[in-house]
C-alpha cells in the first residue's frame, strides 16, 4: 500500500508562486510514475504534470513553462513548483502514484490552491 500527503497549498496573487510537496511511503516509489493532478469546481479532474522513474518529465498545454515537477527518490517526495500563477489554476491539486507494470495507482488526499487578488 503506498500512502502519498501533499502539502504547500494556500492562497497566492495572481502572478504568484507556491510549491507543492507530495511525500510518499513505500521502498519501491522510485520506480513509480509520479503525477500531479488538479480539479477545479465542476470540472474533471486533470493531469497537470507527472515524472518517470528515469526522470522524464510531461506538462500540460495549459502550465507549460510556469510549472516544473522534480522528485528526489531518496526521500520519496515529488515536488511541483509553480510560477506565474493565473486565477484558472485555482484547483485540489492531488498527487497520484502508478505502478511500474500499471497495475495500481494510489492518491493523495489533495491540497487547495486558490489564485486570487
Known amino acids: 500500500q503506498v500512502q502519498l500527503v501533499e502539502s504547500g497549498g494556500g492562497l497566492v496573487q495572481p502572478g504568484g508562486s507556491l510549491r507543492l510537496s507530495c511525500a510518499a511511503s513505500?521502498?519501491?516509489?522510485?520506480?513509480?510514475?509520479m503525477a500531479w493532478y488538479r480539479q477545479a469546481p465542476g470540472k474533471q479532474r486533470e493531469l497537470v504534470a507527472g515524472i518517470s522513474a528515469a526522470g522524464s518529465t510531461y506538462y500540460s498545454d495549459s502550465v507549460k513553462g510556469r510549472f516544473t515537477i522534480s522528485r528526489d527518490n531518496a526521500k520519496n517526495t515529488v515536488d511541483l513548483q509553480m510560477n506565474t500563477l493565473k486565477p484558472e489554476d485555482t484547483a485540489v491539486y492531488y498527487c497520484?502514484?502508478?505502478?511500474?507494470?500499471?497495475?495500481?495507482?494510489?492518491w493523495g488526499q489533495g491540497t487547495q490552491v486558490t489564485v486570487s487578488s
Open positions: 497520484r502514484s502508478d505502478s511500474p507494470d500499471g497495475g495500481s495507482y494510489y
Open positions: 513505500g521502498s519501491l516509489l522510485r520506480f513509480y510514475y
